[in-house]
């Protein structure tokens, strides 16, 4: 089973700054998705990368696919305190309707205004 | 478009007991999910249906866990009798093409 290592485990950071998570693995993903998970909440879908060298944008979200497909990251840029949360990695094993998903511990952010 | 939908939100049980949660997916979903949270970790997959075949169970402990959707649309999860480390969030969710969607959880406190 592939092991997700996320990091850092708790960030805290101020309103305005800027911020990276990362999401490691020991061998290559498949295909990577990240999550956002509020407080009470279930996880919700942010994106999927799949292809090495990949990078997405979601308004001031920035995701990263590593070139050997080992390694992601998620870069906020001037965060706001909405971006608070449990921000997880996953990795889909099989088809994207009927595989499974492999999460990382996930890394809780908090934006204090 | 209906999310997934679980109840109870909270449960408190105390050890030994038997609790179910209860998932109604979104339509037309074929494929089911459910999963455990612990306070600060990722979900772990417990079990998956496919319509109502078990796709994977290898992650659930079937000595006291078990769950079943016998229409291939709803699905139940239970536990008898539970312990102390079972306390934790189980998460439903269902999948189409456009991904996984989740439903808010059930909290459970065992005590």
């Known amino acids: 089973t592939q092991l997700l290592e996320q990091s850092p485990q708790f960030l805290s950071i101020q309103e305005g700054e800027n911020l990276t998570v990362y999401c490691n693995s020991s061998?290559?993903?498949?295909?990577l998705q990240w999550y956002r998970q509020e407080p009470g909440e279930g996880p919700v879908l942010l994106v999927t990368v799949v292809t090495g060298g990949e990078v997405k944008k979601l308004k001031r979200l920035t995701f990263q696919f590593g070139d050997a497909r080992k390694d992601s990251s998620l870069h906020i840029t001037a965060a706001q305190p909405g971006d608070t949360g449990l921000y997880l990695c996953a990795e889909i094993s099989g088809s994207s309707n009927t595989g499974k998903l492999i999460f990382g511990q996930g890394t809780t952010l908090q934006v204090k205004p | 478009e209906a999310g997934v939908a679980q109840s109870p939100r909270y449960k408190i049980i105390e050890k030994r007991q038997s609790v179910a949660f209860w998932c109604n997916p979104i339509?037309?979903?074929?494929?089911l999910y459910w999963y455990q949270q612990i306070l600060g970790q990722g979900p772990k997959l417990l079990i998956q249906f496919q319509n109502n075949g078990v796709v994977d169970d290898s992650q659930l402990p079937k000595d006291r866990f078990s769950a079943e959707r016998l229409k291939g649309v709803d699905s139940t999860l239970k536990i008898q009798p539970a312990k102390l480390e079972d306390s934790a969030v189980y998460l439903c969710?269902?999948?189409?093409?456009?991904?996984?969607?989740f439903g808010s959880g059930t909290q459970l406190s065992v005590l």
């Open positions: 061998s290559v993903f498949s295909s």
């Open positions: 969710a269902s999948s189409s093409h456009k991904g996984l969607f």
């Open positions: 339509s037309g979903h074929a494929t």
